[in-house]
């Protein structure tokens, strides 16, 4: 598995709260298959001193400090979209940290309201060459109530990433039954665990993933957390499947 989604690094955001928490969620990625991780720090955790130059050089010493573990790490970006304009317009002023240094950005847009807005994003971002990958849309509240915004956010060119874990077929709570939905329909491009410290982590990821491959088959999860990451890392096309 290629992991585009995870809060890996301690100390940042509200993740790890130390390296040796990093450490632990790491071997339980490495133990359940994991061979790339995307470390994904929210944005909103960066202001002041905690600039991008200060999350290279941070993460850089992370790869050193987890060297030992057989997953290769790379750098992305949680980014927090409040006002999906006003983010574009700062993108054009400053530009952006996208996933690996890839064309695809990861973007948790609570506050997308309908198709329209979503269509439109989606068409901005793909104007300045920029391909959007919309975070966990199952607890996205207007998504609860309108699933034919995500299935808009992808058709317009947009990609969908929910967690793993809310895709178990033997799973409940408040975001099973939308994740479930986007299942059936196939309406998914990734799977990724949003890894949040020990609350939220790999230990039965390999069970989760045997259970939504027993559900939906395998080709399609294969497409969803290998196929399709690995074109991210390879800044390559993703093509659409059903």
């Given at each position: 598995m290629i992991d585009i989604h995870s809060h890996l690094l301690y100390q940042v955001d509200d993740g790890p709260l130390s390296l040796e928490e990093?450490?632990?969620?790491?071997?339980?990625?490495?133990?359940?298959?994991?061979?790339?991780?995307?470390?994904?720090?929210?944005?909103?955790?960066?202001?002041?001193?905690?600039?991008?130059?200060?999350?290279?050089?941070?993460?850089?010493?992370?790869?050193e400090e987890t060297q030992s573990i057989p997953i290769q790490l790379h750098l992305g970006m949680e980014h927090a979209v409040d006002d999906y304009r006003?983010?574009?317009?700062?993108?054009?002023?400053?530009?952006?940290?996208?996933?690996?240094?890839?064309?695809?950005v990861l973007v948790e847009a609570m506050r997308l309201q309908d198709a329209e807005e979503a269509e439109e994003f989606v068409y901005e971002m793909k104007l300045r060459?920029?391909?959007?990958?919309?975070?966990?849309?199952?607890?996205?509240?207007?998504?609860?109530?309108?699933?034919?915004?995500?299935?808009?956010?992808?058709?317009?060119?947009?990609?969908?990433?929910?967690?793993?874990?809310?895709?178990?077929?033997?799973?409940?709570?408040?975001?099973?039954?939308v994740a479930i939905s986007l299942l059936k329909e196939k309406q998914i491009d990734f799977l990724a665990t949003d890894?949040?410290?020990?609350?939220?982590?790999?230990?039965?990821?390999a069970e989760v993933k045997k259970r939504i491959e027993e559900y939906c088959g395998k080709e399609f999860v294969r497409r969803l957390i290998v196929e399709n990451p690995k074109n991210v890392l390879l800044n390559q096309e993703i093509k659409k499947g059903r």
């Open positions: 990093s450490l632990v969620l790491m071997e339980q990625a490495a133990e359940n298959g994991v061979t790339d991780i995307i470390v994904t720090p929210h944005s909103w955790a960066f202001a002041g001193e905690k600039n991008l130059e200060w999350l290279k050089e941070r993460f850089a010493r992370f790869q006003r983010f574009i317009r700062q993108i054009d002023k400053d530009g952006i940290l996208t996933l690996a240094n890839s064309r695809y060459g920029y391909m959007l990958i919309l975070a966990h849309p199952e607890r996205m509240s207007s998504i609860k109530k309108d699933i034919s915004i995500a299935r808009a956010f992808r058709n317009a060119g947009g990609f969908i990433q929910v967690t793993l874990e809310d895709c178990d077929p033997m799973g409940s709570g408040m975001f099973h039954k890894t949040h410290g020990l609350i939220r982590n790999c230990r039965n990821l």
